[in-house]
């Protein structure tokens, strides 16, 4: 049986190489064979930052250890992940998007890097992202912009850009993003992935450039529910290093996320679909999303679930009132770069002085003008007392309405041109994106292929569960995913 890398799965590798179709030499060398043809030339998707020039010698030695013991090293043995360069990564440059930082070189590998390492991974390369993940966008002062692969005139999505690109275009087996306000599910919605957000504290953030920090979480983006429950199994722990992974004690899940998958999950649940989170029908782009997620949701209920229309309508003024970027950003950027003396710049206020940074990043511009600390807002204590409150409010009406899930479309438009960013249309804390839902609420969510518009741009649906309820998202999520099979390669990196 021949291996085609193209779509390939964690499961289609590891059969491969056990049946000695493949090796790992050789599939790092294809994954890096079509980096160079999509994504360094071609339609320059532009997603990687920076290569491991270490990852074939890496994949010889995992090679030459499977061909001594006849068995994998661990179970992401020979597995080519992209990783956001928000997280370090020991040898290799990590610049957390900024032109400021260039020449970093870390001493050390973030946590999820490590475990990575651990599981038998081999890390490809890092991948774009605005600065300090200040963007919905997929555009900074390291690289410029990154493509969307199925539409190349129009945004992959941000933070976690490269990685959203990259996967997407099967230039890696999965890939890492991180997720603040939606960083890796805006992504996935973009480039038809599958992009879990886990409750923050799953997933040690040591080693991670922070945005809110007791909102920020690392995450898998993949091209299969499955890909995503194995490359979570690797990730999630406890760290000393992390306050914040206490949550993973308190969540006590045993076994593997990947023992959720369920194709029948859908068959009996009851899953609500948040009006206000659509936009309106009047507006082209929010139509074309509105079509897509309400056939998606028809195919929810096709495949067993109960469909029940569930309302918040203050939605938006939680939303607002639960915004901490503005209140928390700046203290948490300067207090992370300020540990790491060997960082061209000790804080982002000198970054910013020096004007080292993209200046499309309107959201910089405004953390610029919020406190050194956060307690300095005279309105932090209540904008923090307003995310229970947010919690409360989501949770009672799945409580009320007996739900098991609750969804909607991730975006309420269609991946931006780039045309349109570049004169501004969207500002970040304009931008009509859902994911700030789970986000500041720290429910956990995922989002999965819907679907496609007319000319071929792709969808997503988000579903939200209640916090540490991790095992019901891959349970309904495998249920949507073998039911539907949205998901696609884009034409824009075909097989080689």
């Known amino acids: ?28 060398q294809g994954y890096l064979d079509r980096i160079a043809a999509y994504d360094q030339s071609g339609p320059a998707l532009n997603s990687f930052v920076k290569l491991n020039p270490n990852a074939l010698a890496e994949a010889a030695a995992l090679d030459e250890a499977f061909a001594a013991s006849g068995t994998l090293s661990g179970p992401l043995h020979g597995i080519p992940v992209a990783v956001k360069d928000q997280a370090e990564t020991k040898g290799i440059e990590t610049r957390f998007g900024c032109v400021g930082l260039s020449g970093y070189v870390p001493e050390e590998d973030a946590t999820v890097v490590a475990k990575l390492k651990q599981a038998g991974a081999i890390i490809l390369g890092k991948t774009a992202m605005p600065d300090f993940a200040t963007s919905w966008f997929g555009y900074s002062s390291v690289n410029g ?28 087996t999965v890939g890492i993003g991180e997720d603040t306000g939606g960083s890796i599910r805006l992504p996935s919605s973009f480039d038809n992935l599958v992009g879990v957000r886990v409750t923050p504290g799953l997933i040690s953030r040591s080693g991670l450039s922070p945005l809110v920090v007791f909102q920020d979480t690392a995450g898998p983006m993949a091209r299969t529910v499955t890909d995503a429950a194995i490359l979570l199994d690797a990730i999630v722990g406890y760290d000393s290093k992390d306050t914040y992974t206490t949550a993973y004690v308190i969540a006590g899940h ?21 009006k206000e989170a659509f936009g309106s029908d009047e507006d082209p782009d929010c139509a074309q999303v509105n079509a897509v997620v309400r056939a998606a949701i028809g195919e929810i209920k096709s495949a067993g679930a109960e469909i029940i229309e569930v309302s918040l309508p203050n939605l938006m003024d939680f939303v607002v009132e639960t915004s901490l970027y503005i209140t928390h950003s700046r203290h948490d950027i300067n207090a992370f770069l300020a540990s790491r003396p060997a960082l061209p710049y000790a804080s982002l206020d000198a970054i910013y002085k020096d004007g080292q940074y993209h200046k499309g990043m309107d959201l910089i511009d405004a953390i610029m003008t919020g406190p050194l600390h956060p307690a300095e807002d005279p309105e932090y204590y209540r904008k923090l007392a307003a995310r229970d409150a947010f919690q409360r409010a989501v949770v009672k009406i799945m409580a009320d309405n007996g739900l098991v899930s609750i969804c909607f479309p991730p975006s309420q438009v269609l991946p931006p041109k780039r045309e349109e960013l570049r004169a501004g249309k969207w500002p970040v804390l304009a931008f009509p994106t859902n994911t700030l839902i789970a986000a500041q609420t720290w429910l956990p969510s995922i989002c999965l292929p819907a679907g496609f518009t007319p000319a071929g741009v792709p969808v997503g649906i988000e579903m939200v569960v209640l916090p540490y309820h991790e095992p019901e998202l891959f349970k309904l999520g495998y249920a949507f995913e073998q039911a539907t099979a949205h998901r696609r390669p884009p034409a824009s990196a ?3």
Do not use: W
């Open 1 to 28: 049986m021949s291996f085609s890398l193209e779509e390939t799965t964690i499961r289609d590798i590891h059969a491969a190489y056990v049946a000695g179709t493949m090796t790992c030499v050789e599939l790092v």
């Open 254 to 274: 045993t076994g593997s996320y990947a023992q959720n998958l369920d194709a029948g999950g859908l068959k009996g649940a009851r899953v609500g679909v948040l």
């Open 145 to 172: 912009e990154t493509k969307n692969p199925y539409d190349l005139d129009r945004d992959p999505g941000g933070s976690s850009a490269g990685t959203g690109a990259a996967i997407a275009a099967n230039l890696a």
């Open 494 to 496: 075909p097989p080689l």
